[in-house]
């Protein structure tokens, strides 16, 4: 059994920067395509960013283009989330999932991490 787990989320003030992290145990993932997910309070979960099982391909919201960068690493089971340039409006639980195709959708995606909070305040 996949499990996922987030690290790296924080109180950060407006644009200032954090990296996430998402670890995995229970089998290597090198053969699943990777999400990161927020949710903020009375919202709907979202997609931030996805990147591929071999990290060639990667697709980001528009929200967050230019300033968010996600990256994979097989060798240590661990996806990364750069943030920049943090906005208040990015405050939110971030989560990883893990799937078999890369999409910004979270319905395709049948692991999920349990999240870390980011809270983006002066």
């Known amino acids: 059994q996949l499990q996922l787990v987030e690290s790296g989320g924080g109180l950060v003030q407006p644009g200032g920067s954090l990296r996430l992290s998402c670890t995995a145990s229970g089998r290597t993932l090198s053969s699943s395509a990777i999400g990161w997910f927020r949710q903020a309070p009375g919202k709907e979960r979202e997609g931030v960013s996805c990147?591929?099982?071999?990290?060639?391909?990667?697709s980001y919201a528009d929200s967050v283009k230019g300033r968010f960068t996600i990256s994979r690493d097989n060798a240590k089971n661990t996806v990364s989330l750069q943030m920049n340039s943090l906005k208040p409006e990015d405050t939110a639980v971030y989560y990883c999932a893990a799937g078999r195709w890369y999409s910004l959708n979270p319905g395709r995606y049948d692991y999920w991490g349990q999240g870390t909070q980011v809270t983006v305040s002066s």
């Open positions: 990147i591929s099982s071999s990290g060639s391909m990667t």
